[in-house]
Each structure stands twice: as C-alpha cells, then as structure tokens.
Nanobody, 125 residues
C-alpha cells in the first residue's frame, strides 16, 4: 500500500521554526521527486518547493530563503524546516511524490501521483 505520511506540524509563534517530515512507503521513494505544498484557510493549494530524486531544489518566491529541505532516500523520508515563520504561513502542509517533474511543471498538482494527508501548521502567539 502506497503511503505518504507527514508529521511535525503544530502551533508555532511568529518568528519561530518548525520541522516537518514526510515518510513514504509502498513505492520506490528514491525514484520519485518530492514536492511540498500548502493550503491556507480559504485558499487553494499552492506548491512551495520541490526536492528532486537527485537533490536538486526548486522554490517559490513566497518561501525562498526561509526553508531548508533534505531527503534521506534510505529512510524514505523528506524533511522540511521552515524558519522566520509568519502568520501567513499558517496552512496545512502536504508532501507529494512525482515520478518525474521538471522546472516547467513542478508546481502542477496533477503531476504528482501520491499525496499525504497533510499536517497543520498554525503561526500564532
């Protein structure tokens, strides 16, 4: 059974940091590109970054400079660390796996075969 499971969300004060994990099972995690998306209250889901199977990174401008991302293919896990969090970062965060995406299409949800259920991150004092 294919699964992606996110963890690590919670309540974070403004300016704080959070670490999210995405663990895959039931598929060849090392052969997939892993995207991170988020959905804020009342808004659509947006792509925020991609880490390819080779470790290449693509970011959107909304998060550039405030994220650290890594993956451990042996552990089938991707890690997203977010810093200097703002209230507008409040969202449900998802990871997704794509057999291949590139510079032109990595932000397209339809390109991702597998999705996790998401983990809520709330930025509030």
């Amino acid at each position: 059974q294919v699964q992606l499971v996110e963890s690590g969300g919670g309540l974070v004060p403004p300016g704080g940091s959070v670490t999210l994990s995405c663990r895959g099972s039931g598929f060849g995690f090392d052969l997939y590109d892993i995207g991170w998306f988020r959905q804020a209250p009342g808004k659509g889901r947006e792509a925020i970054l991609l880490i390819t199977r080779d470790g290449n990174l693509y970011y959107t401008n909304s998060v550039r400079g405030r994220l650290t991302v890594s993956r451990d293919n042996a552990e089938k896990t991707a890690i997203l660390q977010m810093h200097s969090l703002k209230p507008e970062d409040t969202a449900r965060y998802y990871c997704a796996a794509a057999s291949w995406v590139g510079r032109e299409n990595w932000t397209w949800e339809a390109e991702y075969e597998y999705w996790g259920q998401g983990t809520q991150v709330t930025i509030s004092s």
